[in-house]
T-cell receptor, first 115, second 112 residues
């Protein structure tokens, strides 16, 4: 049990669909992250929220829209995705982003397939 | 251009022997390094870390070595156990920048 949960675990969607990924952390952390992991590639940071404020947006296409209503919940809204967006989407949280020796804790991920 | 590289996509080791996973980096500003382990259908879990002021950090069967002049770190697992079979990711960051830069991972297979 990592303390970070993600739903759904698997998602298949067409290019015209709208769907949302949900992440919840039960660790009392202040920061939450969205990562994308494509096959055999490094994890790519997409978005960072620190105390509910977005602090990082790594040139992510606007078809991905994050939402952080509170420090425990994070959403990723998906709209008109492309097949190359198929990947594992990982959520993470941490207590003190940028702090010495701080560690990120990950959820199990959502495996997304765009047809 | 990848700043953190794990050049071995996979590694196979006999149970009980030593597993050595390697990681190279290019950014001399990196000062904190982490290893994560990932099982299928699970997210990465933190394993061990090392600050650039040290050259070695040990936690049970896991030891991380850092060679700053070579910009190289390695993870040693002794003795290797079947439950160690997983994908291992190396990650690095610099200063107070919370963004981790990740390697592509090495799949470790422990043979019985």
């Amino acid at each position: 049990e990592t303390g970070v949960t993600q739903t759904p675990r698997h998602l298949v969607m067409g290019m015209t669909n709208k769907k949302s990924l949900k992440c919840e952390q039960h660790l009392g952390h202040n920061a939450m992250y969205w990562y994308k992991q494509s096959a055999k590639k490094p994890l790519e940071l997409m978005f960072v929220y620190n105390f509910k404020e977005q602090t990082e947006n790594n040139s992510v296409p606007s078809r991905f829209s994050p939402e952080c209503p509170n420090s425990s919940h994070l959403f990723l809204h998906l709209h008109t995705l492309q097949p190359e967006d198929s990947a594992l989407y990982l959520c993470a949280s941490s207590q003190d982003p940028g702090g010495v020796q701080e560690t990120q804790y990950f959820g199990p991920g959502t495996r997304l397939l765009v047809l | 251009d990848q700043q953190v590289k794990q050049n071995s996509p996979s590694l196979s080791v006999q149970e009980g022997r030593i597993s050595i996973l390697n990681c190279d980096y290019t950014n001399s500003m990196f000062d904190y390094f982490l290893w994560y382990k990932k099982y299928p259908a699970e997210g990465p879990t933190f394993l061990i870390s090392i600050s650039s002021i040290k050259d070695k950090n040990e936690d049970g069967r896991f030891t991380v070595f850092l060679n700053k002049s070579a910009k190289h770190l390695s993870l040693h697992i002794v003795p290797s156990q079947p439950g160690d079979s997983a994908v291992y990711f190396c990650a690095a960051r610099s200063g107070s920048n919370y963004q981790l830069i990740w390697g592509a991972g090495t799949k470790l297979i422990i043979k019985p």
